[in-house]
């Protein structure tokens, strides 16, 4: 089955620097690849994805990158503020349990950033 | 994420006692996902249901149980047979339930054991 690692699993950075969280995945047939960013003791906020036919994508400050032959993706944030510190999750797609049903989510185990002022 | 209401926000079981979860959605999903989250780690997959009257085991569903008998509402019963019940418990719901639909995420709901 699938299975997703993801690294590091705390980074501090300081204001206005990069940050940069690398996720690996197992499935080759993984065709979805959300991240989410959780606030202590909030749910989880989608703050980007990308599918298995495109290698880049970017909203502002966010980046995300698919390298689907080393099956692995990373969420790049560029000019870090105090308010991106969170925990971040990468997911990855699966086949369903059965052949009658749809695919679901695995995540990895998360990212605590830490952006010092 | 807004139409996902989760209660009650936190939940105390006692040892033997089944206890109910409740997660409405008014978004018109056809999917709607349980995930159960322990501290520093990230979401594992209880139960699923991608269609009314239909659900289907996740990674970690002993000791767990779910009805879908109306599109709006998926409720998680903790049973008695989960041994170590302590989480924060996370209900989501998609469009359709593909690979490629965004999942969007409750509340959540925090269950301790007295």
């Known amino acids: 089955g699938e299975n997703v690692e993801q690294h590091p699993s705390t980074l501090s950075v300081q204001e206005g620097d990069s940050a940069v969280i690398k996720c690996t995945y197992s499935?080759?047939?993984?065709?979805?690849f959300p991240w989410y960013k959780q606030e202590l003791g909030k749910r989880p906020q989608l703050i980007i994805d990308?599918?298995?036919?495109?290698g880049e994508k970017k909203d502002q400050r966010i980046a995300v990158t698919l390298n689907k032959t080393a099956k692995h993706f990373s969420l790049h944030i560029t000019e870090t503020q105090p308010e991106d510190s969170a925990v971040y999750f990468c997911?990855?797609?699966?086949?369903?349990?059965?052949?009658?049903?749809?695919?679901?989510?695995?995540f990895g185990p998360g990212t605590r950033l830490s952006v010092l002022p | 994420d807004g139409g996902i209401t989760q209660s009650p926000k936190y939940l105390f079981r006692k040892e033997g006692q089944n206890v109910t979860l409740s997660c409405e959605q008014n978004?018109?999903?056809?999917?709607m996902y349980w995930y159960r989250q322990d501290p520093g780690q990230g979401l594992r997959l209880i139960y699923y249901?991608?269609?009314?009257?239909?659900?289907q085991k996740g990674d970690i569903a002993e000791g767990y149980s779910v009805s879908r008998e109306k599109k709006e509402s998926f409720p998680l019963t903790v049973t008695s047979a989960q041994k170590n019940p302590t989480a924060f418990y996370l209900c989501?719901?998609?469009?359709?339930?593909?690979?490629?639909?965004?999942?969007?995420f409750g509340p959540g709901t925090r269950l301790l054991v007295l």
């Open positions: 989501a719901s998609s469009g359709r339930g593909g690979a490629t639909e965004t999942q969007y």
């Open positions: 990308i599918r298995s036919n495109v």
């Open positions: 997911a990855a797609s699966r086949r369903g349990f059965s052949d009658n049903y749809g695919q679901n989510f695995v």
């Open positions: 499935d080759s047939a993984s065709n979805y």
């Open positions: 978004l018109n999903h056809d999917a």
């Open positions: 249901s991608q269609i009314v009257n239909d659900f």
